[in-house]
């Protein structure tokens, strides 16, 4: 048996665009079995995810997600992940937890924007300056090339370290006004309370919501909630799980109905933009379904 062992060596052969065409065929296939189990102790997190999904194999992802971690300097998300035969369930890669968590996360909320956002979009962004923020930037750039980017961080240094990655990246001081001079707003911090207002939006805005994992996590006020258009990719693992969705619905303040697609909708057309005045609201869950399909894509990029 040849197990393949795929480091970070192998983002050189991967692409944005590419991953978001496997994503959607992956979603054609048939419905993902998802399994997961949350730990927690404190502010720190063990999440285990599995998925089944016929004809593409199985994925057990375990992610440890110690917030403090930054101010060790080492990364605050860490795991392992393994891909398993669909043919005989023996092993067939074990993937570096970082490339694929970076790849799944921002071509999950890529592969949103590409059906949400208008694709005349020339202002970005970038809400927190994290490792998800730099993957963002070059996975958003894929799709909007001409964009202008901009990232607002709570501290302005780390806005400056990540600015300057990225030559004619700006840094936002008034996270309102960037807020409302933007097209795409994509988020991805680490915030319990929300800190984009929906009294901030206006028409034909995107809004990208990657941060919130836990209950009691949220970056985006009910405001902004029920002035959207509400997307997800997986309804099975945000709206009973992710305090974005579960708080406001607990409150009353949204139906589960207000969620009007998944990446399951896609061949029907519900998850789509209609008009250039809405507003579209995604938010990124990552389930364990979208690891293995990013999975089969890096393994068949490197195979």
Known sequence: MSVAIIGPEAEAR????????????????????????????????????????????????TATIFPGNA?????????????????????????????????????????AARRLARPESEMILI??????????????????????????NRSREGAERLAARFPGMDVADDLEGAVRG???ITCATMATDPVVKGAWLRPGQHL??????????????????????????????????IGELKIPLAHGVLAEGDVLADYYDL????????????????????????DLMTARYVLDRVG
């Open 14 to 61: 991967l692409d944005w665009l590419g991953l978001c065409d496997a994503l959607e065929a992956g979603h054609a296939r048939p419905r993902a079995e998802i399994a997961d189990s949350f730990l927690y102790r404190g502010a720190d997190t063990l999440l285990s995810r599995a998925a089944w999904i016929d004809g593409l194999g199985q994925l057990v992802k």
């Open 71 to 111: 101010a060790l300097g080492k990364p605050a998300v860490n795991g392992s992940a393994a891909l398993y035969s669909d043919t005989d369930g023996t092993l067939a890669a074990i993937v570096d937890f970082h490339l694929l968590t970076k790849w799944k996360t921002a071509g999950d909320s890529l592969c």
């Open 127 to 152: 809400v927190g300056a994290g490792t998800v923020a730099a993957s963002l930037r070059e996975a958003y750039g894929a799709l909007f090339p001409a964009a202008r980017f901009v990232v607002w």
């Open 182 to 184: 933007a097209d795409i």
């Open 208 to 241: 990208d919501l990657i941060g919130a994992y836990r209950p009691d996590m949220r970056e985006a006020d009910d405001a902004a909630l029920t002035r959207a258009r509400i997307f997800v990719d997986s309804r099975a693992t945000t709206i009973g799980h």
């Open 267 to 290: 061949e029907s057309g519900t998850f789509s933009r209609r008009s250039e005045d809405e507003i579209t609201l995604f938010k990124n869950g990552g389930g364990a379904h979208l």
